[in-house]
């Protein structure tokens, strides 16, 4: 498939990778640009790929309050120096963070995070709601591996879909922040509350509410 330069800048903009491999990797992915990124991280080239084993220990820790006090968060979000911990384009990387995660409400950050006893538990809903349907027996553990994706993008923050642009997820904006930044940054920890969580009350839709007070 033939790559455009447009193609190759967006991509090399998104991974600092240089322009040749980029080139080389969109081809490889027929023009895809999210599975060119990962063909450019496997092969350890992405500038972001580069930086993730450096030592973070710098950065901030970021609040957000929804309007009317409803919903806050808290996140830690590290880089590598002070300087980098107070520039704008940082601060305002943690803001977009803590806005996410009180419109999206994850419950890990990623993947790795969750407890072997619950993945086992969504597996085991997820086989028997195959089993409903009628699904063959021998194709159902290869249904369930499938459908567990869906799991991680619901409840993992690196995998969801980013509030302000579904088009990427979470971990592909903070590869993209890596690379313009220049530094490692990892996203460790946050912890949200909502207003009258787990007593009994009218349910409301908090993504749509916190993304109709936030200006894109």
């Not at 498939?1 to 991974?15: D, F, G, N, P």
């Not at 081809?27 to 973070?56: F, H, Q, V, W």
């Not at 970021?62 to 806050?72: L, P, Q, T």
């Given at each position: 498939?033939?790559?455009?330069?447009?193609?190759?800048?967006?991509?090399?903009?998104?991974?600092g990778?240089?322009?040749?491999?980029?080139?080389?990797?969109?081809?490889?992915?027929?023009?895809?640009?999210?599975?060119?990124?990962?063909?450019?991280?496997?092969?350890?080239?992405?500038?972001?790929?580069?930086?993730?084993?450096?030592?973070?220990?710098?950065g901030?820790?970021?609040?957000?309050?929804?309007?009317?006090?409803?919903?806050?968060?808290?996140?830690?979000?590290?880089?590598?120096?002070?300087?980098?911990?107070?520039?704008?384009?940082?601060?305002?990387?943690?803001?977009?963070?803590?806005?996410?995660?009180?419109?999206?409400?994850?419950?890990?950050?990623?993947?790795?995070?969750?407890?072997?006893?619950?993945?086992e538990?969504?597996?085991?809903?997820?086989?028997?709601?195959?089993?409903?349907?009628?699904?063959?027996?021998?194709?159902?553990?290869?249904?369930?591996?499938?459908?567990?994706?869906?799991?991680?993008?619901?409840?993992?923050?690196?995998?969801?879909?980013?509030?302000?642009?579904?088009?990427?997820?979470?971990?592909?904006?903070?590869?993209?922040?890596?690379?313009?930044?220049?530094?490692?940054?990892?996203?460790?920890?946050?912890?949200r509350?909502?207003?009258?969580?787990?007593?009994?009350?009218?349910?409301?839709?908090?993504?749509?509410?916190?993304?109709?007070?936030?200006?894109?």
């Open positions: 498939m033939a790559v455009t330069a447009a193609q190759v800048k967006e991509l090399r903009e998104k991974t990778a240089g322009m040749l491999d980029c080139k080389k990797a969109l081809e490889e992915a027929n023009g895809d640009i999210t599975k060119a990124g990962e063909l450019l991280r496997e092969k350890g080239l992405s500038a972001a790929a580069n930086k993730a084993g450096r030592i973070a220990t710098e901030a820790v970021e609040s957000y309050i929804h309007a009317g006090g409803k919903v806050g968060v808290l996140v830690e979000i590290n880089c590598e120096t002070d300087f980098v911990g107070k520039t704008e384009q940082f601060r305002t990387f943690c803001r977009d963070i803590a806005m996410h995660i009180a419109a999206a409400n994850p419950t890990y950050v990623r993947r790795e995070e969750v407890p072997t006893e619950a993945l538990k969504e597996k085991e809903i997820l086989r028997n709601q195959a089993l409903n349907e009628g699904k063959p027996e021998k194709i159902i553990d290869k249904m369930v591996e499938g459908r567990i994706g869906k799991y991680y993008e619901e409840f993992c923050l690196m995998e969801q879909q980013f509030v302000k642009d579904p088009d990427k997820t979470i971990d592909q904006l903070l590869n993209e922040k890596i690379s313009a930044i220049g530094e490692n940054i990892s996203i460790r920890r946050f912890v509350f909502g207003l009258g969580e787990g007593l009994e009350k009218k349910q409301e839709n908090f993504a749509e509410e916190v993304m109709s007070q936030v200006k894109l």
